[in-house]
């Protein structure tokens, strides 16, 4: 007798073999997943419907299309991750699924969005979050559905439709993850496509897209180059580019507390996030302390005998940036490449340099952590500040003394910056406030939320209005 186990996989089977075979569906559409085309003509007549069925929703269905985002995204974040691994080649799929929950959990909604009431001897005047309309979302590598979770959340919520543009080395998960969440939205009794993306992915149709008459609004989650294009566009845009976190330690901190929150920020995902630690300033006076103290925290100092060794490894050819075939990588992976064994439990590894160093001045995206020394607390600042660029993005601090705190934290003056624990809590991870994957330190909006994707609509009533 066939098992029901047997039956079931049999069924699954047939259902996929129609799916691959299915013909191409009339409007363009993919037979296979909601919300993808192979066109963007097609893609846009699709989300811009949508969007006219999506003013008419109410915000209690706004609020249930939402809460079944979140819903699917709770209940796919193990799958999702591993497929994201999978694709990218890149990551924990351990912190990927915490990534998920989190953004799931923590990105701000509709309640956002309530509106300024003035009222007066002249009457009322209400100004409310309105929507844009299409926004076009241009997501990355190193957090694709984290990210297309977020901004739809985001965006959704403000009462847009968006347009996805994935990286391409993401495509087949960014695409899995997007016909989640339209299933969800249709299942919560919304409208179809109000989430579209294409089944490819390349340059020379992401610039097409930007200049798209019908795109109303620009948000790019990824590198300078993509970033610099979109402000060039001619549209609004919102941009997120890339960081290089500094961490200062000076002499007041914990060592051994320091170490561990360091390296929890600066591995988690293999150093992907762009608000992670990239680089250590310590303080003369706590140096050895907190090498020493590395070493209990599931970290390696490196021999400064192999460091040439490691930088062969890890940077590209021109010493200019990293080698991209070890972004995201295990550090037991880096490690076994210069000949040293290493588990997978081992989360970084440590090196210390001079301030000029490549590790220092280049954003790695791997767990390589560059510590430099400087004699004292002043010119820890005045290095971190010089090693942060001006990007405004993010930056750390280890100190007992509230007033190092401060100082660092005008000097620096980063979107994000965290005292006393790992670089996520600045996400809301482990600290408070929400989330956001699309941190526009670039633009000035800093973490977005729903009222960043929405234009300021005034309203109003004039005459004797209140009965105070």
Do not use: W
């Not at 915000?59 to 979140?70: F, G, N, P, S």
């Not at 939320?449 to 105070?468: E, M, N």
């Amino acid at each position: 007798m066939v098992s029901i186990e047997t039956q079931i996989n049999d069924i699954v089977q047939r259902v996929l073999t129609q799916l691959e075979q299915a013909p191409p569906s009339s409007n363009g559409g993919s037979p296979r997943y909601r919300g993808i085309f192979s066109t963007i003509d097609s893609a846009m007549a699709a989300v811009e419907l949508a969007q006219r069925r999506y003013y008419r929703v109410s915000i209690a269905q706004r609020k249930a299309i939402i809460q079944a985002i979140r819903n699917v995204s709770i209940d796919q974040a193990q799958e999702m991750a591993q497929m994201v691994v999978a694709e990218t080649g890149m990551g924990r799929v351990a912190d990927k699924v915490l990534k998920h929950l989190l953004v799931a959990e923590k990105t701000p909604g509709p309640e956002f969005l309530n509106p300024d009431a003035y009222v007066g001897d002249d009457g009322l005047m209400i100004e409310e979050c309105a929507p844009f309309g299409t926004i076009l979302a241009i997501t990355p590598v190193t957090n694709p559905t984290a990210t297309i979770i977020n901004n739809t959340i985001s965006m959704l919520s403000a009462g847009n439709t968006v347009f996805f543009a994935p990286h391409p080395n993401a495509i087949k998960s960014s695409i899995a993850m997007i016909d989640l969440i339209n299933d969800a939205i249709v299942t919560a009794g919304g409208p179809d496509n109000l989430v579209v993306s294409l089944d490819t992915a390349s340059i020379e149709l992401v610039d097409q897209l930007m200049k798209h008459p019908k795109i109303a609004l620009l948000s790019v989650t990824g590198g300078t180059g993509v970033v610099d294009v979109a402000l060039q566009s001619g549209k609004r845009a919102i941009g997120a580019a890339a960081g290089n976190p500094p961490v200062l330690v000076d002499d007041t901190a914990d060592p051994e507390k320091a170490a561990r929150d360091i390296v929890a920020g600066h591995s988690f995902d293999n150093n992907m996030p762009c608000t992670s630690e990239k680089e250590v300033v310590m303080t003369e006076g706590i140096a050895d302390r907190l090498l020493e103290a590395f070493t209990h925290a599931n970290a390696l100092v490196l021999d400064p005998k192999l460091l040439s060794s490691l930088e062969a490894v890890v940077l590209n050819d021109r010493r200019s940036g990293p080698n991209r075939k070890f972004i995201g990588q295990n550090a037991c992976v880096i490690l076994k490449e210069i000949g040293i064994q290493a588990d997978e439990e081992l989360r970084t590894i440590v090196v210390e340099v001079d301030k000029d160093h490549p590790f220092a001045r280049h954003e790695l995206m791997m767990p390589v952590l560059a510590v430099i020394r400087v004699p004292d607390f002043e010119a820890a600042v005045d290095l971190a500040v010089e090693l942060e660029e001006g990007l405004h993005h993010s930056a750390i601090i280890h100190s007992a003394n509230i007033y190092h705190m401060s100082e660092f934290g005008k000097a620096i003056n980063t979107t994000l910056f965290v005292k006393n624990a790992p670089s996520y809590a600045g996400l809301g991870f482990g600290g408070e406030g929400y989330t956001s994957f699309t941190i526009a330190g670039r633009t000035g909006e800093g973490m977005t939320t729903c009222r960043t994707f929405t234009r300021f609509r005034r309203c109003s009533l004039v005459g004797a209005f209140s009965s105070v």
